[in-house]
């Protein structure tokens, strides 16, 4: 097979470690509003990273909905309104007040989070200090930086200095929203997996695995191979790891009912 010229390769690996540009970036960020998602015995709610859009997940939501699960998302507002560069305590605020609304209107009761990148840590965040814990019965993550990245230095200079969003302080290595995660528990009951990757260029390995107290035991980490930052929300292994995580956390949820 011949090799492919090397500005082929290097579009590639920004394409996995960024996501497409035509795709992700240039798109609308209307979705086609689906009402049937808490039909489903199992309901997954995604949430996006930082300077993403909803778009990422097409690939995730059509497979999750091929496999019987119900699927919804938010418009996490930013930069343009759409590239969710709010903070994170702003936005766990607004997605508590909006998961409030959608369970009242469509009789939702529980539901799993997916989220990639910063979306997890905005899980987390929901899940620990708003009221989460009582709504979420498992939260797997994509390449989120649960202890802060360097490369959310990168983010600073895109955003003039924290002039345009004050967003990748958040994700800074010893922050104090990193810090606040760390000092206060994740629910010992909501099942939490963290999926990264070795060739994740935007949250290193390191930065992306969690790290459980004693006595914390539903942590969980899975490192794949070869799988860019953006890419993690739609290679197909990945899926497969996430589709295995949401029906274990099912199986344990529907046996703790009974």
Known sequence: MARRFLPARAYDLARDQLG????????????????????????????????????????????????????????????????NTRTIGELAETIATKIEGVCGRYGLDRFHIVGHSKGGLLARHYIQHHGGDRRVKSLVTLGTPHHGTPTALIGLWLMAGGVLSRSPYDMLPNSRFVKLLKRDSFPAGIPITSIYSKHDLVCPAPSAMLRPRPGESSMKNVVVQHVGHTALAYDPGVYRVVRNELAEASRLWNERAT
């Open 20 to 83: 497409s540009i035509r795709q992700i970036y240039l798109r609308s960020n209307r979705i086609v509003r689906r009402g049937d998602f808490a039909d489903y015995q199992e309901t997954v709610l995604l949430l996006h990273g930082f300077f993403q859009t909803r778009n990422v997940w097409e690939v995730m939501e059509d497979r999750l909905r091929y496999d019987g699960f119900g699927v919804f998302s938010f418009d996490l507002g930013g930069l343009f309104s759409r590239f």
